[in-house]
């Protein structure tokens, strides 16, 4: 099971992430990010793996 991490000290609430997976993220109107799913299942992992790519201050991870 993977698991996202997030460097809440690097993230600057840009949405990319929920853009490219909204299933898994969720930016609120004051930026504050929320991981919907922490665990994301196997078919949501491809667009996770995008959105840790895309993540313009690289606050995002997964891990085995
Ligand atoms: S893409 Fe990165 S900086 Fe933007 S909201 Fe997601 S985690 Fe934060």
Known sequence: M???EVD???CVGSGTCE?????VFEV????????LRPEPAEDELPDVRDAVQACPTRAL???D
């Open 61 to 63: 991870a997964l891990a």
């Open 2 to 4: 993977s698991r996202i």
């Open 28 to 35: 609120d109107d004051d930026g504050v990010l929320a991981v």
């Open 19 to 23: 853009a490219l997976a909204p299933a």
């Open 8 to 10: 809440r000290d690097r």
